[in-house]
């Protein structure tokens, strides 16, 4: 019998710094797909049942005219991801976009951003965690080299891993304004495994994530811009006992877009492979 497992997107942001449109539908691929089809086409072959996407009032419209309730035969359900628009400038993060598809998803999911691609293999692993017997219960998460997911010029964001002798996940620290050129000065190793934010779970971990959530907005009430961070809050659960996750290296490389410029060079890159 076939098993159930969903495939997760978060788009339900349109960034700023792209101009104010959707990453996903960027078109980069050589056929001229969009960002978030090329995503697509690399994780279905992996064996998802169903694909999920987090919308917000800004792109719900925009991905239901683009995909309706299939993709490749593969049915899709959206998930919307509200905040109360008189006390908050923006949404509550994205525990707050994971916490949306409580009711929606009843089965073991990975969940990744909608403007990065990941690579074949990552989904792939990920999958086969989560559908093997033996790792019932455990989540898994894919590590990229931190060397391979900065941009030669910039600042980012990115959660470094701290690992046990068996690679499972003792801690994820955010770390914050990471350049190529300020790796040592900031104590980090080139090839230390970062988070891209996918990870596969199980939907118990989406029951304790209400409930931190729950506590963080009654604890940060009047708070307009504060963000629930999924990478922070995963950890949480895992220094506290209440998940294990494995982590899985990848020698692939992650690539997103940021910047309206971003899309060219990605598109040559792409042509490239």
């Not at 035969?73 to 008189?86: C, L, T, V």
């Not at 590590?143 to 891993?161: A, H, S």
């Amino acid at each position: 019998m076939e098993k159930n497992i969903s495939l997760v997107y978060l788009v339900a942001g349109i960034s700023s710094r792209f101009g104010g449109k959707p990453k996903f539908f960027a078109k980069i691929g050589k056929n001229n797909e969009s960002l978030i089809e090329i995503s697509l086409n690399q994780a279905l072959p992996a064996g998802f049942t169903k694909i999920v996407f987090i919308v917000s009032d800004q792109t719900e419209k925009l991905f239901k005219e683009k995909f309706g309730l299939e993709y490749l035969g593969i049915p899709i359900s959206y998930a919307h991801q509200e905040f109360n628009k008189e006390l908050r400038d923006k949404p509550w993060g994205t525990t707050a976009a994971l916490c949306s598809i409580k009711g929606v998803v009843d089965c073991p999911f990975v969940i990744c951003n909608g403007d990065d691609l990941y690579g074949k293999i990552a989904f792939k692993k990920l999958v086969e965690h989560l559908l093997d017997e033996k790792n019932k219960g455990s989540c898994a998460t894919i590590g990229y080299q931190l060397k391979e997911v900065l941009p030669e010029k910039g600042k980012v964001n990115r959660g470094i891993f701290h690992l046990d002798k068996e690679e499972y996940v003792l801690d994820i620290v955010e770390t914050f304004d990471i350049e190529k050129n300020t790796l040592t000065e900031k104590g980090l190793e080139s090839d230390a495994n970062c988070s891209m934010n996918i990870f596969g779970l199980y939907p118990n971990v989406v029951e304790d994530l209400d409930e931190i959530l729950k506590k963080f907005k009654e604890s940060h009430k009047g708070d307009r811009t504060i963000e629930c961070l999924l990478p922070v809050e995963l950890s949480r659960l895992i220094k506290e006992g209440k998940m294990k996750m494995k982590l899985y290296e990848t020698s692939e490389k992650c690539y997103g877009l940021t910047n309206p410029e971003d899309e060219e060079v990605l598109r040559e890159t792409l042509g490239k492979l």
